[in-house]
């Protein structure tokens, strides 16, 4: 039994994606057990208001942060080994997808132990709002959703302060699934520094495309899910925050980096919101694909068959490619 699985996932065990999902969540908390870590070191404005390294590979913090309204949580998945060894690691940050019930617990339930059991790569599974889309919004009647910042401002470096880590870009990769996906993507446009890998599992890539059905899809599920009526994106759009976070519009980012994707082929043509989501993930990154061809940029991308959902065959070979790519354990 993994001791962090607050008790509401019994009721979530798909892994969600860019749905808002036939279920509804709980809204509560359910307190995870907990034991105080007096060497944890305070970084970048986070504040840790529990913990739990009992263990020995998956340990878990919730932090107090001015950039979310709420206190987000984080899985931290260990090599085996870790606490004695003394060696240093690559790290990945893994996104989860979309919708109510999706959180830092997706990828456990997902299997991402076993996928990752003897691999020698930190593994870091953030909070990033149920459909909070990666971003700083544009607005918000909640109260501050500042995922972006938390992210790439607060976590990095606190992961850095209080584990072994290669602290540069080639110690780091990024991956995501829906949503997570669009996140991995977007991060490594907008932050060149800081990954040397990207890979996106059934993540849209183009934002502009079809009149920019996936910024109004990110518009829609933040207003309904996660920003009480306020926006990812805004309306009007900003466009200088469409195009920032547009892989199609930032390849240059991409180069000299790995780069891993992943579509289903073939949606299933009665689930009407797979055929939808998995049809526009997959034309968006056959899209991207195409201007990286243009660029002259190397990629490995996969259509296996099927429609939005996390294959671990194609994880776990991304995790050994990216464990071939990334500064070895040491």
């Not at 993994?2 to 065990?13: G, T």
């Not at 606190?158 to 699934?177: C, K, L, P, Q």
């Not at 890539?205 to 990110?218: I, L, N, Q």
């Not at 009480?228 to 759009?237: A, F, K, R, S, T």
């Amino acid at each position: 039994m993994n001791q962090h699985h607050p008790s509401r996932r019994n009721a979530f065990k798909t892994v969600g994606g860019l749905s808002l999902g036939l279920a509804a969540a709980s809204g509560g908390f359910f307190a995870t057990s907990t034991s105080a870590q007096a060497d944890t070191v305070s970084a970048a404005g986070l504040n840790v208001v529990e913990s739990s390294e009992n263990n020995p590979r998956m340990w878990y913090y919730r932090f107090e942060t001015p950039e979310i309204g709420w206190n987000p949580a984080v899985n931290v998945l260990l090599p085996d080994g870790y606490r004695d060894d003394g060696r240093t690691y690559p790290v990945l940050y893994l996104l989860h997808g979309g919708g109510p019930g999706q959180d830092f617990i997706s990828w456990d339930d997902a299997g991402i132990r076993d996928l990752s059991a003897g691999k020698p790569i930190i593994i870091v599974m953030p909070d990033g709002g149920p459909c909070g889309w990666y971003s700083n919004p544009v607005n918000t009647n909640v109260g501050p959703r500042n995922w972006e910042t938390f992210h790439m401002e607060q976590l990095i470096p606190w992961i850095d302060a209080n584990f072994r880590t290669h602290a540069e870009s080639e110690g780091r990769a990024v991956s995501g699934f829906s949503m997570g996906g669009f996140g991995a993507l977007k991060y490594t446009a907008k932050y060149f520094g800081h990954f040397a890998s990207v890979s996106s599992h059934s993540g849209p890539a183009s934002m502009r495309r079809d009149v920019g059905a996936v910024t109004h899809w990110a518009n829609v599920t933040s207003a309904a899910v996660e920003l009480g009526g306020g926006m990812v994106y805004g309306l009007p759009w900003d466009e200088a925050r469409v195009s920032a976070d547009n892989a199609v519009e930032n390849i240059e980012s991409y180069r000299g980096k790995r780069v891993f994707l992943a579509a289903g082929s073939s949606p299933d043509p009665i689930n009407w919101h797979d055929l939808i989501t998995e049809a526009q993930v997959l034309a968006g990154q056959r899209e991207f694909r195409t201007a990286l061809d243009d660029a002259g940029i190397a990629y490995e991308a996969h259509e296996p068959a099927g429609g939005h959902f996390i294959r671990p065959d194609l994880v776990q070979r991304d995790l050994d490619g990216m464990i071939e790519r990334l500064r070895s354990a040491g």
